[in-house]
């Protein structure tokens, strides 16, 4: 409910309470009566001190005033005292309980509020179970009040489940300590929209400095504790208007932004994409595809895999005045069909502010729909097993307060967050506040994984693609670069297959958890074919020695191949020899590549004997062992060594 209409409501309840009480206990005095009115005018115009002392001189004239102590109850929820206001709201109803229906739900929202959740839940129940009392009984209230109650019973069940799961939340458990970031990071403007580096040394945000004045994209660094004064993004990147509330992909190669009122912007906000180097942003582009529309789009967040993009919008079709959305990375690199969240996650108010967790289960947003603490709330949902967002939960104090908070941000290692408010004693309006936790919230651990394919022997890097089990095709840049989210212990089972190199590469490579403040490194070296003879009129002659099951030495059938297939070949004329190892398919991969190696060792040994290894042939022989081999060929076939002497 918002404050004006909270406002509203005891002004209301005043007027008529006034009446039931000239009925039940005769006409308050004349100037009680100018007092509560004079009140009222203060609350109406967002004075509560002088509210507070006009009511306060009331029910030191009158002691136990309902209408005096509902308002003076209503200053106190305003300002997030809701101890002190429950106080006097249980007061009323234990005085006269056919009071109003209504204060029931009021007393539940301010216990729920100040983290009392038993007794929220006793006073949803108690109001719950007033329904069957028809709203005569409870006089004047009970008539006027039924406007307001249309609401509140279509929001009991909700409500009584969010009092159940804030009791569970984490946030209650397991948040350390939470501490305003200070100066010279918050200022008297706003500061909101946190993005902390993986190395939690580089701090990205939005400040505005003027209420519904131009927003622009600040960062600010830190050696140690102490954050360094400010620095403004260039006017290559801020504008006149407004810009900012960016997130960054978790490689930090790049960055989604929201851009307003430029040219070209689809509707009053969009939200575009730029190419970073550290703190340089190199260049901005268009979204292409479904992502933004002739509406306001804004607050984009990025999964960890960078495949779905989540954002908020009051687009048409929404549940309210702005939703959560989702779209994915499509194959030609446009952006999907927008996907509204669903009812869990949104509400018939604001929804804004998305962030997802490294492994894509968790979400948090910022609301004004659903059970909140104040003005504006963060809630968390976990992503169920038939792919829909769960209940809305509140992460509770110390997180939230009777004030705004929004923007949630969590670091790379899942153990300190981010997030705004406006709450007192800050810098300035909109404040950046820090909190540790105990554990890591993310379900699954998740690592970040930067790996480099290469040539082996010239360290040149190789664009190809990795093709993973059960995991999507993943290229390589121009560097040769690739960048993974992957979950922590486990095995990363992939392939690459490119031309110009030996077969088919094959790795399992085990994933550690990491801290993630750095990526966990991974290089690839592929093997080239050797270069071909350098003179062009060269010729290859082929021989195939085959070896026993789990058997390295050269039998002597073999040998004795081998000797006449060299007899009428002069080593004078020989320009280069490769001996290739082979296996079958039995045994691990390491065992069959050490016997593939040996089986190409031995026979290099033999044409040693045979006076085949020396002088500058020596020099060109290249030995290998390939391990297993993977095809229809009877696996006998597979158990050999092929031989290849080029000859000038």
């Known amino acids: 409910m918002s404050i004006l209409r909270t406002v509203s409501l005891i002004i209301l309840f005043f007027q008529l309470n006034t009446l039931l009480i000239a009925q039940e206990e005769g006409e308050p005095p004349r100037r009680i ?29 009158k002691p136990n005033y309902a209408p005096a102590m509902r308002g003076l109850a209503t200053i106190y929820s305003l300002r997030g005292e809701f101890k002190p206001a429950v106080k006097l709201l249980e007061k009323i109803v234990k005085k006269n309980p056919r009071f109003s229906r209504a204060i ?17 839940i006793e006073y949803f129940n108690k109001y719950d179970s007033l329904q069957a009392v028809p709203h005569i009984e409870f006089g004047f209230n009970g008539n006027r009040e039924l406007m307001y109650e249309v609401e509140y019973r279509a929001k009991l069940s909700e409500n009584l489940r969010a009092c159940q799961i ?30 902390l580096t993986n190395d939690q040394n580089t701090l990205f ?18 050696t140690g504790e102490n954050w360094f004064p400010s620095i403004y993004i260039d006017s290559t990147f801020n504008t006149p208007v407004n ?75 929404g549940f309210g005045s702005t939703d959560l959305y989702v779209s994915y990375l499509q194959e030609d690199g446009s952006w999907g069909e927008a996907i509204n969240l669903g009812i869990n996650i949104n509400t018939d108010k604001d929804e804004e502010s998305p962030f997802i967790t490294n492994d894509g289960k968790t979400l948090f947003f910022s609301s004004t729909g659903h059970l909140g603490m104040g003005e504006q709330d963060l809630f968390m949902s976990r992503l169920q097993e038939d792919g829909n967002w769960g209940e809305a939960i509140n992460l509770g104090p110390p997180i939230n307060t009777a004030y705004r908070e929004l923007g ?24 950046i506040y820090q909190f540790d936790l105990s554990q890591e919230l993310s379900s699954e651990p998740i690592t970040f994984v930067e790996g480099f394919v290469k040539d082996s022997i010239t360290k040149a890097p190789v664009q190809t693609i990795l093709y993973p089990l059960n995991h999507r095709p993943v290229p390589t840049d121009e560097q040769g670069r690739f960048f993974l989210c992957l979950k922590a212990e486990e095995d990363f089972d992939f392939k690459i297959n490119e031309t110009n190199y030996y077969q088919m590469y094959k790795r399992i490579q085990q994933i550690p958890v990491w801290d993630n403040k750095t990526f966990f490194p991974m290089e690839i070296l592929l093997q080239p074919f050797p270069k071909a003879p350098e003179k062009p009129d060269t010729l290859e002659l082929n021989l195939d020695l085959y070896f ?3 058997v390295a030495s050269l039998a002597d059938s073999s040998q004795n191949q081998l000797a006449l297939f060299l007899k009428n070949i002069d080593p004078e004329k020989i320009a280069g020899i490769q001996i290739i190892g082979y296996c079958d398919y039995y045994g691990t991969d390491a065992y069959n590549l050490k016997l593939s190696k040996k089986r190409a060792e031995n026979v290099a040994t033999q044409l ?41």
């Not at 131009?214 to 960062?219: M, Q």
């Not at 932004?257 to 575009?272: L, M, P, S, W, Y």
């Open 166 to 195: 804030a009791k569970d939340s984490i946030f209650n458990k397991n948040v350390r300590s939470i501490s305003n970031l200070g100066a010279p990071v918050n200022t008297a403007s706003n500061e909101y929209f946190p993005f």
């Open 104 to 120: 029931y739900h009021d007393i539940a929202v301010a216990h729920y509020r100040y983290g009392n959740y038993d007794a929220s």
């Open 243 to 317: 810009e900012g509330m960016a997130t960054f992909t978790r490689d930090g190669r790049q960055m989604f932004f929201t851009a307003c009122q430029r040219r070209n912007v689809q509707g009053t906000c969009d939200i575009r994409k730029a190419d970073v180097t550290e703190t340089r942003i190199n260049s901005t582009t268009i979204l292409n595809g479904a992502v933004n529309s002739h509406r306001w789009e804004s607050q984009a967040c990025i999964s960890c895999d960078g495949m779905a993009l989540y954002f908020a919008s009051n687009r048409d079709g």
């Open 408 to 431: 949630f941000f969590l670091t790379a290692d899942g153990r300190t967050g981010l997030f705004s408010s406006n709450r007192p004693a800050g810098e300035g309006k909109m404040d």
């Open 205 to 222: 945000f939005t400040r505005q400095h003027r209420q519904f004045g131009d927003e622009n994209l600040f960062y600010s660094q830190k």
């Open 608 to 648: 040693e004997e045979l006076n085949y290894l020396k002088g500058k042939i020596k020099a060109t022989v290249e030995i290998e062992g390939k391990g297993e081999i993977k095809d229809n060929a009877p696996r006998a076939r597979n158990r050999r060594v092929r031989l290849k002497i080029f000859l000038y």
């Open 548 to 550: 026993e099951f789990d």
């Open 33 to 61: 009566a100018e007092y509560i009115k004079e009140a009222e005018s203060a609350l109406l115009n967002f004075d509560l001190q002088e509210a507070e002392k006009l009511y306060l001189i009331a029910l030191e004239k």
